[in-house]
């Protein structure tokens, strides 16, 4: 058997709610790795597991020979320099697909939560403001049903998220780099027509060179200003700098971040006070079902590579 060292596993274990018992006698499991440290542990193992740790060049290079395989407990890798481990002859595998439904609950969590004001009215709440139980509505109150969803990607949460939302009612565009034939309520557009009609906006797609700051001040310039953008993939598809900048000048209505460009947002931030913004700190993944698929995933992955067949390999 060859030996597995999982250098982070509070990040996934945090409640310690988890049955990490299929992982056997021959890992060793950390529960957190400092940098400096990381070397050291490695020594003699075979299959290393992170979740999302920072693997540099320079670190990467320091591997022992005896490292064959970087289980990445997540669906991103970017976190990962391919280059040098492609050089070091190293194979990674990422877990794809375990946490989509949870993801796109959050994602349909944040129209709901948007379409009634809920943040400001349980702020009201918190101050003793009690006006919308003895005056009226104080506070902006739609319906979903009819509403336009614009959806950056489709992947495996965004097509749940389409899904759940024509159960809703809504009618959906998608902007992806592989268009597909229209359907009944559900139209492919390009990117501009997308922000320029859809009262929500959910982003679904990787961070690379192309996606980086895609939304920035001229694309958050053609969006309707009673519109609201969701992002719960990764934070810097979004240039927060201009997004609050389109939020102080009521360029678009609100927005849902279960994911930030720096996590945690700096303690300052002024998103965490405006009630235009619902801010979650990347919980889209981490619900207890969720968290257990993910380790059940990850292990068979490093089952199937010790058996000879290799999968989820993006190395």
């Known amino acids: 058997m060859k030996k597995i060292v999982v250098l982070n596993a509070d990040k996934i274990n945090y409640d310690h709610k988890l049955d990490l018992s299929g992982f056997g006698e021959n890992t060793v499991i950390y529960g957190d790795t400092p940098e400096e440290l990381i070397i050291e542990r490695i020594q003699g193992a075979s299959i290393l597991v992170t979740k999302e740790l920072p693997l540099s060049r320079t670190l990467i290079e320091q591997f022992p020979d005896s490292i064959e395989l970087i289980c990445e407990a997540g669906t991103g890798y970017n976190n990962i320099d391919l280059e040098a481990v492609e050089k070091k002859q190293i194979h990674v595998c990422n877990v794809p697909a375990y946490s989509s439904e949870r993801v796109a609950h959050t994602v349909i969590m944040m129209i709901c939560n948007a379409s009634s004001s809920m943040k400001k009215q349980m ?135 279960d994911v930030q460009e720096i996590e945690p947002p700096r303690e300052d931030h002024p998103f965490y006070k405006m009630d235009e913004v619902i801010l979650t700190p990347h919980m889209g993944w981490r619900g207890l079902e969720t968290r257990q698929r993910l380790i059940d995933k990850l292990l068979d992955n490093i089952h199937q590579y010790e058996r000879g067949n290799p999968i989820n390999m993006v190395l």
Do not use: W
Not at 155 to 168: C, Q
Not at 178 to 188: A, G, L, M, N, V
Not at 233 to 245: C, K, P
């Open 123 to 257: 702020r009201m709440l918190l101050e003793g403001d009690h006006r919308n139980f003895t005056d009226h509505l104080m506070v902006d109150h739609v319906e979903i049903n009819g509403k336009t969803l614009g959806i950056i990607g489709a992947g495996n949460i965004g097509k749940e998220v389409m899904k759940t939302a024509l159960a809703m009612g809504m009618n959906i565009l998608v902007y992806t780099r592989t268009p597909q034939k229209d359907s009944e309520h559900i139209r492919y557009v390009d990117l501009n027509s997308l922000l320029k009609l859809s009262d929500y906006v959910s982003l679904h797609c990787p961070l690379n060179e192309t996606t980086y700051h895609m939304i920035n001040q001229k694309t958050l310039a053609l969006m309707k200003p009673t519109a609201f953008l969701i992002n719960t993939s990764r934070g810097a598809l979004i240039d927060e700098e201009a997004l609050l900048e389109a939020l102080l000048n009521h360029q678009i209505a609100g927005a849902g971040l």
